[in-house]
């Protein structure tokens, strides 16, 4: 007899893996050039030569470093060093390895803050929709609720108003992600400005504290003209959940981290309650190899650029054609307005070009697709006739 919540989990599988197993087996009735896979979010630029030459060399001296054994439960020591060092470099922070807690991965990282912060499924974390979908089994597993509400229309920015009537007694914290998937947008300076003053007000009017855990996975994948502002120096109960997933394009290698800044309210007990919360969740020990791999190149990127110039190219192209969507400033999506009130039903219309989009109800919101741009240029190139072909249909 399995677990009734387990079997009820497993018949929603992610619909994003759905499309990309369906992508694998169409691809070898057509041929894998003729499919135009636009599902997932997988990196599509290699790991810069560094990350391979590091592990390489780390395996050569393996006599003499420990590579194979179990790190601290925060994390190995000098990583954390590292990590906090480029902290400062960039941010102006003035962090030590004591503020920064490795994990396996952002997942891992929002799966341990959710548990940290909440007692039980009464007390909840607020995020915006469209929102990453695995959010909400990262606060199942974590046993809160996830309450979403919707983002700012047409903007996507973070709706402050629903925001202001949305947070209760039982708001232990407000989730936000930016460079934003599915959408791509990165929130402004003032927006985040505005959170911050609104959750100051409301902590004391509730009278607990309301922490800002803010998803990173694409923070340096942004685009000319854009920033993305350093929440901690804004609202010192923020927690930031970070991956070395997408801007380092290690996925599978599975390292990220938290940083609790010294200013959060409950600092002193944050790491060892994330060390007690990971004990719960079952993550001990971050992978090794790649966590000391990770610490010696925590100041380099893969090539972005290549994102930059694929943005450019869609966004335009298909803005010319009559598609609607916001301009993303960071990440690797752009979240485009379906050609008919039904997004599932337009996703089947592109399927018959062998267009792959994802539909954004399984982002939480109505009407629109993602399209994951983590490929190869020449893709882009090769679609674009077959997005004219699909918008002409409902000319
Ligand atoms: N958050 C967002 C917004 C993501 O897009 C992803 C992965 O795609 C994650 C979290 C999970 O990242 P990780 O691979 O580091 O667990």
Do not use: W
Request: hydrophobic letters at 40%.
């Amino acid at each position: 007899m399995l677990s009734k919540e387990v079997l009820e989990l497993s018949k929603q599988p992610s619909v994003i893996r759905d499309i990309f197993e369906f992508g694998m087996k169409r691809a070898k009735e057509v041929g894998a050039e003729n499919v135009f896979d636009f599902s997932i979010g997988n990196p599509s630029v290699p790991a810069p030569k560094e990350v391979d030459e590091t592990a390489l060399q780390m395996l050569k001296e393996i006599d003499s470093v420990n590579i194979h054994g179990y790190t601290s439960n925060a994390g190995d020591q000098t990583v954390r060093e590292q990590v906090a060092a480029s902290l400062n470099r960039r941010f102006g922070t003035d962090y030590t390895g004591a503020n920064i807690f490795m994990t396996i991965g952002a997942a891992a990282a929002l799966g341990i803050c959710f548990r940290t912060l909440t007692e039980g499924p009464e007390d909840e974390v607020i995020t915006f929709a469209p929102f990453f979908p695995e959010y909400k089994a990262y606060a199942q597993g974590a046993g809160c609720k996830l309450t979403v509400i919707p983002a700012q229309e047409g903007t996507f920015q973070i709706n402050l108003e629903a925001l202001d009537h949305a947070v209760n007694e039982h708001t232990k914290a407000v989730l936000i992600n930016s460079p934003n998937n599915p959408t791509g947008v990165v929130y402004t300076e003032e927006n985040i400005q505005k959170l911050a003053e609104l959750l100051e007000r409301k902590q004391k009017e509730i009278g607990h504290s309301i922490y800002i855990i803010t998803d990173e996975p694409y923070r340096e994948i942004v685009y000319d003209g854009f920033e993305v502002p350093f929440v901690p120096n804004y609202y010192k109960n923020t927690l930031v959940g970070y991956s070395f997933s997408k801007s380092l394009s290690l996925p599978g290698e599975r390292v990220g981290y938290i940083v609790a800044p010294t200013q959060a309210e409950d600092f002193e007990q944050l790491i060892p309650a994330f060390i007690a919360a990971a004990r719960l969740l079952s993550y001990v020990s971050v992978p090794s190899l790649y966590q000391k791999v990770i610490g010696k190149c925590v100041d380099l990127t893969s090539d972005i650029s290549i994102y930059q110039e694929n943005k450019d190219l869609f966004y335009r192209s298909l803005s010319e054609m009559g598609y609607e969507c916001v301009e993303p400033g960071g990440a690797f999506y752009l979240f485009v307005k379906a050609l008919e009130e039904d997004a599932k039903a337009f996703c089947e219309r592109a399927k018959k070009y062998d267009l792959l989009l994802v539909p954004s109800d399984s982002f939480g919101c109505e009407g629109y697709v993602r399209i994951s741009y983590c490929v190869p240029t020449k893709r882009i190139e090769k679609a674009l006739p077959l997005f004219q072909k699909l918008i002409d249909e409902y000319k």
